[in-house]
């Protein structure tokens, strides 16, 4: 979707950005996943949670703009929707989680 944002500087800058934080989300839940403890996990699921996040604000100002692909934008923000409400059930649960062991 990226790839195909008309060219221009307000598109170039939110294009970057989003690949940025898009590429977070799966960069973090990888070290998510390879966590030390479960403090770690928490920490790097809510890094996870800002970025999800962030791409979000950038899709939503995406939408604002003429030239995208409004339809692919809405399906694309429905899914950051549900990986965010995914991510942050997991905090919730490892959160309750550890304070049970503790």
């Known amino acids: 979707m990226i790839e195909e944002l008309p060219n221009g500087y307000t598109y170039g800058v939110t294009g970057r950005q989003l690949t940025r934080c898009s590429t977070s989300v799966g960069a973090n839940y990888r070290a998510a996943c390879r966590a030390k403890s479960s403090a770690d996990f928490i920490n790097k699921l809510k890094i996870v949670e800002e970025e999800a996040d962030e791409c979000l604000y950038f899709m939503d100002l995406l939408t ?39």
């Open 64 to 102: 604002e703009l003429n030239g995208t692909n409004l339809q692919l934008l809405k399906e694309l923000m429905k899914e950051g929707d549900e990986i965010l409400a995914i991510v942050v059930a997991s905090i919730k649960t490892a959160s309750a989680n550890r304070n049970i062991k503790n």
